[in-house]
């Protein structure tokens, strides 16, 4: 398994870790602790020794879960990174207690890399009101931390603000060969990330598993060309070539996907111009499918009425590209909230004045309303 050194940090954790957000589950919604711990048994003898979770994943059953399964193993072989979630932090109290907590469930005395998670603009804005980057940084002075860094889900405008705004040992960014605009910081950010020396972390390379299941038609630009090779591995290999990424995390289920990610990064060999072109191609194909040219830039919020319109169209959108039905749904029940929806619209014809692909926006927000509504009824 190879090794990236995180620049100046002096740690070279393995470079794919295993992200503990999907992990397999009980009919009940428990986790399936007898498969998860053969998961992450396979995962060490496999190489892999960074473990990457969060005090709101699974309910809190994830942390829960990972602390008893690494147990066993000696504290010094392997990296545990977890997460703030600001959303449930109001007061600088919340914080603490929140930590402690997830040192209790991790049964550890210190955690190598702590994130804020999921960071945007106004989250950050509260997390500096609440001076919660000093706190972490007292919790690193302490040796209860190891290194601070931040997830991020906004604009690279939002991403440039954030990244600026202090020092940062590390962050993480979703990016895969589909997202790299500048919607998830994208590729944008990764070269920030380089010129500025932040060692970066990347979640989603194969898109929630949307870059594995592709529809028949656009598999066909990989299969013909190696047909043994998994779907989710050319994403894999898409993202590796990338040198400044250090830590690439895969949120495995199962233990298919889990042998499939060791064979990837195990036996990694760089994409050729053949199979550089063949992933254009897919991109090229994916647009077209797309249900509107959306590049998700953002320059048509905020939204007056509080409609989350990049968001609508990216589910919208992926839908019609990937057909991912199980993603598709909780994204739009469970990962949008109602006021976030296109019926809070009044049609007052902001967003289309701002868009700079010129989308009869409000039209299309309506069409995206019924059809996701229609699909998961």
Known sequence: MERRRLGNLDVSPSLLGMGCMRLPLNDDGTVN???????????IGGGINYFDTSYVYND???????????????RKSFYIATKLPPWKVTLAKDAERIFNEQL????????DFYLIQALDRKRWADMLRLKIPEWCEGLKKAGKIRYFGFSFHDT?????EIIGAREWDFCQIQLNYTDTGTEQGGLPAYELCEKK????IVMEPVKGGSLSKLPSDLNGFFTDINPMASISSWAMRWVIGLPGVKIILSGMNSMEQ???NLSTFNNYVPLSEREKAAIEAVKSARAKRSNNGCTYCGYCE??????????????????AVYENFDVTKWEWLYGTQQSERPDCCVGCGDCARKCSQKINTVDDLKRAQKELDDLCK
Not at 156 to 160: A, C, E, N, T
Not at 197 to 200: K, Q
């Open 33 to 43: 602790e007898s498969l998860g711990g053969e998961m992450v048994k396979a995962a």
């Open 60 to 74: 809190g059953q994830s942390e829960k879960f990972i602390g008893r399964a690494l147990s066993d193993y000696p």
């Open 104 to 111: 209790s469930r991790l049964r550890m005395n210190y955690i």
């Open 156 to 160: 690279f405008d939002g991403f440039k």
């Open 197 to 200: 020396g932040v060692p970066l």
């Open 258 to 260: 889990i042998r499939d």
């Open 302 to 319: 905020p939204c007056p009425k509080g409609v989350k319109i990049s968001r609508v169209f990216r589910i919208w959108n992926d839908y």
